[in-house]
């Protein structure tokens, strides 16, 4: 049964490097650099462009292939206002493309606008809330908050616009 037993616990690394060598200090797990990573505001555009382009890039496309399929299966060739009705199109397909990526862009643009509002927000309240805790390590009265009214507050996007 010796097998079942958990092996002994061994250091990750002995004093002393490599052939007697003096050794680096030895990282733990959770203190072991790492790669930095960007914020999550920043990784939200391109999800957000990914989510508006694929749609009517797949619609473009689908499209695309219909009307060759159609072309090929008539078996006539095609004639200058068939080429011009295909030219109109496929402008109309880039424009479809270009006004989703300027519409994710614009979205993009405002959550992180929102996003930014609240960490300023967020750390007002910090800020506040460690002032207030001073006050009360140094033995001084704290005054009452007062409450915030929902006139003075900011419009939000969720409180400008009706749910539908």
Do not use: K, Y
Request: hydrophobic content about 40%.
């Amino acid at each position: 049964m010796s097998q079942l037993r958990a092996p002994d616990a061994r250091p990750e690394r002995r004093e002393g490097g490599r052939h007697g060598r003096p050794g680096a200090p030895a990282h733990s797990a959770t203190a072991r650099p790492r790669a930095v990573q960007p914020p999550p505001d920043a990784r939200i555009r391109p999800q957000l462009l990914r989510a508006a382009l694929l749609p009517t890039v797949a619609a473009v496309l689908s499209g695309a292939a219909a009307v060759i399929f159609t072309i090929r299966a008539s078996g006539q060739l095609p004639s200058a206002s068939l080429w011009a009705a295909l030219g109109g199109s496929g402008a109309l397909a880039v424009a479809a493309v270009a006004a989703a990526c300027l519409g994710a862009a614009r979205v993009a643009s405002a959550v992180l606008d929102r996003c930014q509002a609240l960490r300023r927000s967020s750390a007002q309240g910090q800020a506040e809330l460690r002032r207030v805790m001073e006050q009360l390590r140094n033995g001084e009265p704290v005054a009452a908050r007062r409450p915030r009214s929902p006139a003075t507050r900011e419009p939000t996007p969720s409180t400008c616009s009706p749910r539908r």
